[in-house]
């Protein structure tokens, strides 16, 4: 079907990190997802970052 695209999803996503810190989005969409996705494994892990 030309012009079609199927409806958005709604996802929920949670995420714990070691230092307590909690990311939680609530029906965010595919993309918006993905974007949080990498920006979560761009971050330096805490044991990386000790001398």
């Known amino acids: 079907m030309p012009g079609y695209s199927p409806p958005a999803v709604g996802m929920n996503l949670q995420a714990r990190l070691p230092n307590g810190v909690v990311f939680d989005l609530r029906d965010c969409d595919l993309h918006q997802a993905g974007v949080v996705i990498e920006a979560l ?11």
């Open 41 to 51: 494994g761009r971050l330096r892990c805490s044991a990386s970052t000790k001398p």
